[in-house]
């Protein structure tokens, strides 16, 4: 018997809050990192038309960073908005250093002086007047939290930045920045087989300071989707083919849980990415999930998720086949890991 067709209606575009009394942005963002960068080859015909299209479908909130390509993601989200700046919430990131020389290294960066070169720079990249939501991209261990923030406060009060952000930031160090500027929105992994929010302290923070969580990755970086069957469905330059969940015996084990994904999907009358979507969306509605694509037809998909509504037997049944700590290997390499939760 063949599923059922994945739901592709055209909802009203959901709004979710960001952080406290904050702007309202589309309860479903786009990752554009993967349109330039790490996920093999690019078509910026088709990533400039994805993101139109995302803003034709309401889908407002657009997350790119410095570090994506590195530079040329902003300068493609700059090229996609020119002349729809009214239509598009503007998130990208500063703190990520790479190497020039070893494009696999990478450092952190938070002094002050290098979080106001920074803004500047994606500015005229993005070509805008005023980046919507600034994130620091990585916890610097060697700056205070204070200094960076502090820093970053003062590109609010000069009008280059409207609202601030982190990216896996411990909650300890969120309530700290707090202290300083309000924080409207913490950046942290976030899905089904990455549930760390929930069991570090981060997503509780949140709720203590109406900061809203924004989960890039929702979708295991494309596993959760179903479409990925090999480690040879990764082309040759795909940062996932040395990612510990990809690699080795982990790669069959994260796809049988995969299996019983689509399962599910399939009783629900979605798609596997959809029900992966409806999980994060069913979190919370603090909880914003970026997922990443550079094709339409994937954007739609997933918008589609705006029409999944779980229910708690649903989500119990979810737990059950996918319960917390479920996947294989860590989300990282463990150089990575160590920039995670400072």
Known sequence: MRPPPAITSSPTMQKSTLGKNGPHVSALGLGCMGMSDFYGQRDDVESIATIHHALERGLNLLDTADMYGPYTNEELVGKAIKGRREQAFIATKFGIVRDTSDPTRRGVNGRPEYVRSSCDASLQRLGIETIDLYYQHRVDGEVPIEETVGAMAELVAAGKVRYLGLSEASGATLDRACKVHPIAALQSEFSLWTRDPQNNGMLDACRRHGVSLVAYSPLGRGFLTGAITKPEDFDADDYRRNNPRFVGENFGLNLKLVEQVKALAANKGCSPAQLALAWVLAQGEDVLPIPGTKRRSRLDENL??????????????????????????????????????V
């Open 304 to 341: 589609g998720a705006l029409d999944v509504q779980l229910s708690a037997a649903e989500l119990k049944a979810i737990d059950a086949v996918f319960p917390p700590d479920a996947a294989a290997g860590s989300r990282y390499a463990e150089a990575m890991m160590h920039m995670v939760n």
